[in-house]
């Protein structure tokens, strides 16, 4: 959440009209509809620049109701806090190995790598250092995965980036790929209001 009635999410994960998605907050379980609320999107931007474009895999979610109670985070603007090293933190439902069923909401802290890490290992699948972010372990076993699109990757208490690609799941030499959201803050801080 960016404000009580908009979410940040990956473009690759808004091409259905917004009649098609619901966004639920304060749910661990997702089958568990006893807490937690719901709203309808109203309406979705997505970055014009997604698909003609390397990159631009970010997208905005205006909810019908907005949600009461919830804190938001700020976007962060500075394209300099991709350095590597940095502690960031990914949240999601998606898939798991070995960690628990896929639907429970979870998080996990992977590092930055650094955009030439990434630059190396994913030369050929066109990673963007000035639009991604490179996060995981080198050796593998922390990472976002499959059901986790779309979602946070949270540093210093900002909006640091969003859930977006990567080659499998926690493999050695194949960290996840967020969207970085400094890199197109002005573009969603126009749709955010």
């Known amino acids: 959440m960016v404000a009580a009635n908009k ?5 690759h994960c808004s091409q ?3 009649g098609t998605y619901t966004a639920i907050q304060g749910r661990d379980v997702l089958s568990n509809t006893s807490n937690g609320q719901e709203s309808a999107i109203s309406s979705i931007w997505v970055d014009p ?5 390397p990159g631009h895999d970010v997208a ?3 909810l019908a109701t907005p949600f009461t109670g919830v804190p938001t985070l700020a976007l962060e603007t ?3 806090a991709d350095a590597a090293g940095a502690d960031s933190v990914v949240y999601g439902w998606g898939a798991t190995e070995g960690t628990g069923p896929a ?4 998080k996990v802290t992977v590092p930055v790598l650094g955009d030439a890490y990434c630059g190396d290992v994913y030369a050929s699948q066109g990673y963007v250092a000035n639009g991604e972010i490179c996060a995981g372990y080198k050796d593998g076993g922390k990472d976002s995965c499959q059901g986790d699109s779309g979602g946070p990757l949270v540093l210093n208490g900002r909006l640091f980036g969003v859930v977006s690609w990567g080659i499998g799941c926690a ?3 194949n960290p ?4 970085e959201v400094a890199a197109y803050a002005s573009a969603l801080q126009a749709q955010i209001g």
């Open 16 to 18: 259905e009209s917004a």
């Open 103 to 106: 639907n429970t909401f979870q």
């Open 7 to 11: 979410i940040v999410t990956a473009a």
């Open 60 to 62: 905005v979610m205006t």
């Open 78 to 80: 500075s394209t300099a």
């Open 49 to 53: 620049a997604y698909g003609s474009q």
């Open 171 to 173: 493999d050695a030499g």
């Open 176 to 179: 996840g790929v967020y969207a």
